[in-house]
């Protein structure tokens, strides 16, 4: 089975900290993102990634930046903490084959106060 | 990617069978249609897809109209733990930039 894993699950930081997030994928997938998802917004992706050390700016990327320096782990990173980046984070992976699906981490629920 | 229509909730008694509708009637002939849930404070989690035959896994079966313009989700002998938020999405291959958008989905509720 494909474990997409994410570092924590909840997660309480202060406004202007700098927040990693990191995500390790086990099946050795090409594409990896990082979504949010919020009430009534749904999912919005914020960063993908297709290969190592490529990243490609999703919908809503402000304030937010990417790594992935190994295949199996892309960090998504927030520079400076504002309350309104108070979400659930969900990162995601997948194969470049055309119809194979994408595989999501449990999430982690970020409170910035 | 084509526009689903789900009903917003839906009750299933414990152990019968949970059959969830999606409608895509603007689906094209290369689109394939993708089911996944999202049990609460988790994340989603894929279930099943498929393009125009039927389809099953060990999680659940999918049965696509054979104009494709519909399709049914079927659980076959529903448990408290499938109680969550389901998600049938319609998608196009579009090269390694594949984002996911979810509608509203359909919140099941298994009864015991």
């Known amino acids: 089975d494909v474990k997409v894993t994410q570092s924590s699950r909840y997660l309480v930081k202060r406004t202007g900290e700098k927040v990693f997030l990191e995500c390790v994928q086990d099946m050795d997938h090409e594409n990896m993102f990082w979504y949010r998802q919020d009430p009534g917004l749904g999912l919005r992706l914020i960063y993908f990634s297709y290969d190592v050390k490529m990243k490609e700016k999703g919908d809503i990327p402000e304030g937010y930046s990417v790594s992935r320096e190994k295949k199996e782990r892309f960090s998504l990173i927030l520079e400076s903490a504002s309350t309104n980046q108070t979400s659930m984070y969900l990162c995601?992976?997948?194969?470049?084959?055309?119809?194979?699906?994408?595989?999501f981490g449990d999430g982690t629920r970020l409170s910035i106060l | 990617d084509a526009k689903t229509t789900q009903p917003p909730s839906m009750d299933c008694a414990e152990g019968r069978a949970a059959n969830l509708p999606c409608n895509h009637s603007?689906?094209?002939?290369?689109?394939?249609v993708y089911w996944y849930r999202q049990i609460h404070s988790q994340g989603p989690q894929y279930i099943i897809h498929g393009l125009k035959n039927n389809e099953t896994n060990e999680m659940a079966s999918l049965i696509i109209t054979e104009d494709r313009k519909s399709s049914t989700l079927i659980l076959p002998h529903a448990t408290l733990r499938d109680t969550a938020v389901y998600y049938c999405i319609v998608r196009l291959y579009s090269g390694g930039y594949q984002k996911v958008t979810f509608g509203i989905g359909t919140k099941l509720q298994v009864i015991p």
């Open positions: 603007t689906i094209s002939g290369n689109e394939y």
């Open positions: 995601a992976s997948s194969v470049t084959r055309s119809n194979q699906p994408q595989h």
